[in-house]
């Protein structure tokens, strides 16, 4: 007798994510993901004027928005070549990496980490004893047996109280958690200590853009002017205060996070082949050091890998309209035309008018989601920092090849175990150090471009629409944290006449296509042990090591009763 698991909404994400699962002996034989939000922002953007549309588009998610803004304007550069000045790539550039220090921290303790910790062990740790082992793996200063005192205290409070306010209906002694009492306390230290820190990265946003969670971007360069003796521009202070902060990042990162997934590794071996899922990933690139056209310039290197083969690195061309390709068989959409369509020719058809939420049971026969289907080629792709790893790892970039194989070394393992759930989450720490790096590289050039007297950051070259050609159609593409993203626009006298973005998760998330090929999400779980099928651990365990993020994939709520619910349904 098999089991059907329902799990809506799946929890610690953005969005509103719904999962089921068919368990059998024990383990996950067949599961399908659910995107329960309506998708409508490519029919708002119709008609605006192409230089508005990131300040739309950036508000599709309260957390990958400095991303979105950033292939919204990539695309409109592209359809109308334009080329930005070298500090404003820069400025770009240290924004990216900005958010993926931050996102990927955040992602570890605040929504990923509680999967592998046991909060409630924690009381029984020796404070002592955690001092201790904090010492041997890194040099952070707060480490003293006081201040885990002191965590453990303001956790026991928690506990007494009978309410654990922010680790609230956690699995807690739950057998799937296998770390130590003072393994746990150093972890939820971590996760409050990591609560305080994030607040002050994301001011390097504000600095460049004005704000933060949207700060403000601008087609043909960045919005803000560099002047060092100005107050109202980014001035010396200013400069120092970035600088300080990305080297705190890079620290925080290092000593803090690095340590504890590396700690934490070691007692979650099993996992390295649990939750491998599909077999290929794609990757679009980012951090461009010579101008976006060069993509052989990038940081993170463009391409797909096919059945796991990291012996080729397969060219992508998201303008080839034989690539990338939606499809809605499992959607609640409705196309004009059979088929997959690439984004340029994309359409956005709310009038479907078949059964859709609210509902007992997924038809998963029939339409069962509001995420669209992307296929690169007919294939199914995983994207996101595994993806990044596997991609740059296989095409020799150096600095990616140092830190996977640094770590690959540390936990006297394979390439093979990157393809996991542990591989996944071991993927996003490794590249944070290359986002810290990368981001205090990028300030320091931009330093000497600014003691070299250049200090433009915006052209104004083509800016007008009077320059534009009639027709003009562009792709923006980017690396959001959470994967693959880009922006298809198209431009007609002067306004945009259709604008399609697939973004990470979709890509991961979607529903199966016409083929019963599954996504990333759906095929990740087949395989996953599940203890008990009331306290699904297992399955939070590897969707949360995609960090999903639906609001961007899905943009607009359809209200019902009840929706947060957990169910257990037995066939």
């Known amino acids: 007798m098999s089991e059907r698991i329902v799990v809506d909404p799946v929890t610690r994400i953005e969005g509103h994510l719904r999962i089921e699962a068919e368990v059998k002996d024990g383990k996950i034989v067949d599961a399908w993901s659910a995107g329960t939000m309506v998708r409508g922002l490519e029919i708002i953007l119709k008609g605006r004027d192409p230089r508005d549309a990131w300040a739309f588009a950036e508000r599709v998610c309260g957390v990958c928005t400095t991303v979105h803004a950033l292939a919204s ?15 404003a790539e820069l400025i770009r550039n240290i924004m990216f990496c900005t ?94 200590e990591a609560l305080e820190w994030q607040k002050e990265i994301v001011k390097i946003h504000a600095i460049f853009g004005g704000k933060n969670p949207h700060p403000n971007y601008l087609v043909g360069g960045a919005p803000c002017s560099i002047n060092i003796d100005e107050a109202n521009a980014i001035n ?27 700690a934490v590794a070691p007692f979650y071996l099993d996992w390295a082949g649990i939750g491998g899922g599909l077999e290929n990933y794609l990757c679009y690139g980012d951090l461009p050091t010579n101008g976006f056209s060069d993509i052989s310039s990038f940081k993170f290197p463009r391409g797909a890998i096919l059945g796991r083969d990291l012996t080729k690195v ?126 205090l590289e990028f300030f320091q050039q931009l330093l000497a471009n600014i003691k070299a007297g250049d200090t433009r950051t915006f052209t104004r070259d083509r800016w007008e629409p009077s320059t534009w050609p009639s027709e003009a159609r ?43 090929q599954r996504s990333a999400y759906e095929q990740a779980l087949i395989g996953t042990p599940v203890h008990d099928p009331q306290q699904p651990l297992e399955l939070i365990r590897t969707i949360h090591s995609f960090d999903p993020c639906l609001a961007c994939a899905v943009h607009l709520y359809e209200d019902q009763k009840e929706i947060a619910r957990h169910e257990l349904l037995v066939k």
Not at 73 to 87: F, G, H, T
Not at 132 to 145: D, T
Not at 242 to 260: K, M, N, T
Request: charged content about 20%; some cysteine; hydrophobic content about 40%.
């Open 314 to 439: 397969h060219p992508v061309d998201p303008k080839d309209d034989t690539g990338v390709q939606e499809f809605i068989d499992h959607s609640w959409y409705e196309y004009s035309s059979e088929g997959g369509k690439h984004p340029w020719k994309g359409e956005t058809n709310l009038k479907y008018s078949g059964p859709k939420p609210p509902y007992e049971h997924l038809d998963v026969e029939k339409k069962y989601s509001w995420l669209k289907t992307p296929r690169w080629k007919g294939h199914a792709m995983e994207v996101g920092p595994l993806a990044r790893m596997l991609v740059g790892y296989a095409s020799g970039q150096p600095e990616i090849k140092e830190v996977v194989t640094e770590a690959l070394t540390a936990l006297n393992a394979q390439p093979a175990v990157l393809f996991s759930t542990l591989g996944r989450t071991a993927a996003r720490a490794i590249e944070s150090r290359l986002a810290a790096r990368w981001g």
């Open 236 to 262: 010396a202070e200013r400069l120092a205060f970035v600088g300080q902060a990305l080297q705190r990042g890079l620290e925080f990162v290092e000593q803090v996070y690095i340590p504890d997934v590396m």
């Open 73 to 87: 304007v990539r695309s409109v550069e592209d359809a109308l070549a334009i080329k930005i000045p070298p500090n």
């Open 99 to 192: 958010q993926y220090i931050h996102d990927h921290v955040v992602h570890f303790y605040h929504l990923h980490a509680l999967d592998w910790v046991d909060v409630v062990s924690a009381l029984k740790a020796d404070p002592a004893a955690t001092s201790q082992l904090a010492q041997k793996l890194s040099k952070y200063p707060k480490s003293s047996p006081g201040y885990f005192s002191d965590v453990q205290k303001r956790l026991t409070k928690f506990v007494e109280s009978g309410q654990l306010g922010i680790f609230a209906n956690g699995y807690w002694g739950h057998p799937a958690f296998k770390l130590p009492p003072e393994a746990n306390l150093m972890a939820v230290a971590h996760y409050l």
């Open 474 to 516: 562009g792709v923006g593409c980017s690396e959001a944290p959470r994967g693959a993203l880009a922006h298809w626009i198209v431009i007609k006298d002067s306004k945009i006449a259709n604008y399609q973005l697939v973004v990470p998760s979709t890509w991961n998330a979607s529903p199966r296509d016409g083929k019963g």
